[in-house]
């Protein structure tokens, strides 16, 4: 199971999508899970007014998305919510919300999370991968 954060789905949005992450995930599909914390950060970027110009393409995207993964979705749950309660203590300074969620549901679940932006995941202690690096 691995988790792919908001960056690393965004390729498949762009004109010129990293052929090294479009690679990957077309090689890892069967093992990539869409996490409810990416749906609502990809939710987060259509309703902005920036996104006017693409919404209709980017709902049309998204909605394909989930429908792909329809039974690979993880919600956050009762185990995700312990492992935030622990890293909300670890590093209460910590303010990029959307991330520790997402790093809490892949420490619930034991599993990897791939993003690009490997930094700000560190201090969490996630496994992790950066399929721009693969």
């Given amino acids: 199971m691995i988790i792919p954060d908001t960056n690393v789905w965004s390729e498949l949005t762009r004109n010129a999508g990293n052929p090294r ?4 995930l077309e090689q890892h599909n ?3 899970w869409l996490s409810a914390i990416v749906i609502a950060e990809i939710r987060a970027g ?5 996104a006017a110009a693409k919404r209709a393409g980017l709902e049309i995207w998204l909605h394909t998305l989930e429908n792909e993964y329809r039974e ?6 009762p185990a995700a919510a312990h492992a935030l309660g622990i890293l909300l203590v670890t590093k209460p300074q910590q303010n990029k919300m959307l991330d520790t969620l997402l790093a809490a549901q892949a420490i619930a679940h ?3 999370l791939a993003t690009r ?4 995941f560190e ?6 991968l950066n399929p721009w690096d693969m």
């Fill in 21 to 24: 992450v479009l690679d990957w």
């Fill in 30 to 32: 069967d093992v990539l």
């Fill in 46 to 50: 259509l309703e902005s007014p920036q």
């Fill in 72 to 77: 690979r979705t993880l919600p956050f749950d």
């Fill in 110 to 112: 034991d599993c990897q």
């Fill in 117 to 120: 932006n490997v930094k700000d």
């Fill in 123 to 128: 201090w969490t202690g996630v496994k992790m």
